[in-house]
């Protein structure tokens, strides 16, 4: 903290200044096509939007940090994969955290391409910068970490091949000690094959009760186990997400420029559905309703700004026939100045700074979580999500959003809310504060931290009273 003396009001402001332009440079150089990385769609139930970028030193808050008691323990990190997508992501920011605190943290990548590859590379620089370790997945290394450790985090139900193929005739001794964090809810991930020790080990932390209820289900009826004590801790936006959501000039800069590379107005409406595009995230249901919506418009001559549908997570180069058929229907539809595709970007926050609402259409069994619900409420959107999943544990129906059904059934009820928010202006501004304060309330990662801490907690304690006995 600067001390305060003649010039601090000067030097605060250039601070302040400094700050801000490097918090807009960031987004904006991120924006451009030179550092944007595409999402990979291995996470198709839990939603990757993440904001990028360095994270800068935190300052301490005025709370002691709730993971303190992980001091100088031993912590082993097993990711599935290392990518940019949801999963790997979440368990490095984890690992930061604990770094934080002091934990000597060792991570692993289970599967890694043969070829070299510069994502992985850069997220592995990360880490060793922040002091995380890394080891090979199969080293004797990572075996002696693993039967060293305090607690073991394994990552998605997949990481689970790791323990027999690599541990072997070890696993037992480990399994008392291991937390498995889950973030799947996608048939093809309940196998015996990835999942049979997880009734053995001493917890699985889930992101939100619509999953934990699914697994619990799922593994009991499909493959006859049981699962161990079950936690579920909702996730939390970064601090540098915040930081730009928080700061009305970063925000204002990004909105002019995202709206002018689409060529939309200042007053236009922008609603933005922001995943990558596949039939299980609706957007072919969404790109309907909002031509109904339109079509509502015109027949009851209301008077609204321009409306636009965006479209961020596209994949052009994939061709598939469901990026095909969005584009069909576009065109069949005669709404080509109104719907816009965007690339498939990690960088989200100058898209949420850019539109008004957020529409979050997960079909199924929803979002697992679905962290862009609550990055985009802290960017006051009004979120308009399907009524399953992880959704309807951030959103509060007719408070912070509306609920539509997933389904067909739900394409008439989005196309009225779209409108309801087109047509009412106060009540679309209100909506997003109040999504606002509620991930001040409750989805920010202190909060996220404060909950991973009761959980470790009792894992430790778990894990102690094994070995004793
Ligand atoms: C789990 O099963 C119970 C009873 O079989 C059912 O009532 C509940 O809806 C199921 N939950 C999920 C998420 O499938
Ligand atoms: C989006 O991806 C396509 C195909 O990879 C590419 O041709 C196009 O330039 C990209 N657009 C932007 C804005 O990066
Ligand atoms: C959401 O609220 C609307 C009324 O504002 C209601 O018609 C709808 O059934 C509610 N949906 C859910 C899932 O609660």
Redesign the pocket.
């Given at each position: 903290m600067a001390k305060h003396n003649n010039h601090s009001n000067a030097s605060a402001w250039m601070g302040i200044q400094k700050k801000r332009w490097a918090l807009m440079a960031l987004a904006l150089f991120s924006l451009s096509t030179a550092i944007v990385f595409f999402m990979r769609t291995a996470f198709d139930s839990c939603s990757a939007g993440y904001g990028g970028g360095e994270e800068r030193e935190a300052e301490v808050g005025l709370e002691p940090n709730p993971l303190e008691f992980m001091k100088s323990r031993l912590v082993l990190m097993v990711s599935h994969e290392l990518s940019l997508s949801g999963g790997p992501l979440l368990l490095m920011e984890l690992a930061f955290l604990l770094r934080k605190v002091g934990a000597e943290v060792v991570w692993i990548t289970n599967q890694k391409p043969a070829e070299s590859d510069d994502v992985i590379y850069s997220l592995e620089r990360k880490m060793l910068n922040r002091g995380v370790q890394v080891f090979s997945a199969k080293s004797q290394k990572a075996i002696d970490t693993a039967l060293k450790a305090d607690l073991i985090v394994l990552n998605t139900a997949v990481a689970g091949k790791w323990l027999d193929s690599v541990l072997k005739e070890n696993v037992p001794r480990v399994l008392p000690k291991v937390l498995w964090w889950i973030h799947e809810m996608r048939g093809h991930y309940f196998k015996v094959e990835y999942v049979k020790h997880l009734p053995f080990v001493a917890g699985a932390m889930i992101d939100s009760h619509?999953t934990a209820?699914?697994w619990?289900?799922?593994t009991r009826?499909r493959l006859g186990i049981a699962m161990p004590e079950t936690y579920v801790v909702h996730l939390g936006n970064s601090k540098e997400l915040m930081e730009v959501a928080e700061d009305s000039v970063s925000r204002r800069v990004l909105r002019e420029h995202v709206r002018e590379s689409l060529g939309v107005r200042s007053d236009d409406l922008l609603f933005a559905i922001i995943n990558s595009v596949s039939r299980g995230k609706g957007q072919d249901l969404f790109l309907r309703a909002f031509y109904e919506s339109l079509q509502l418009i015109q027949e009851k001559k209301l008077q609204v700004p321009t409306m636009h549908a965006v479209v961020v997570g596209s994949d052009m180069n994939a061709q598939t026939k469901f990026e095909t058929e969005l584009r069909t229907f576009v065109l069949e539809k005669n709404i080509q100045d109104r719907v816009h595709f965007v690339n498939k970007t990690l960088t989200v926050a100058p898209y949420l700074a850019a539109i008004d609402v957020l529409v979050q259409n997960s079909q199924a069994?929803g979002e697992c979580f679905g962290r862009i619900t609550i990055e985009a409420m802290a960017f006051q959107l009004p979120v308009l999500g399907t009524a399953a999943g992880g959704t309807m544990e951030i959103v509060v129906n007719g408070t912070t959003g509306f609920l539509h059904p997933a389904g067909k059934e739900g394409v008439t009820p989005l196309a009225n809310n779209i409108v309801k928010l087109a047509t009412h202006v106060e009540r679309r501004l209100t909506i997003g504060k109040q999504g606002y304060v509620r991930v001040k309330e409750r989805f920010l990662e202190p909060h996220m931290a404060h909950r991973i801490a009761l959980v470790l907690k009792d894992v430790l304690r778990k894990a102690k009273s094994t070995t004793n006995s």
């Open positions: 619509a209820e699914y619990k289900n799922r009826e069994r």
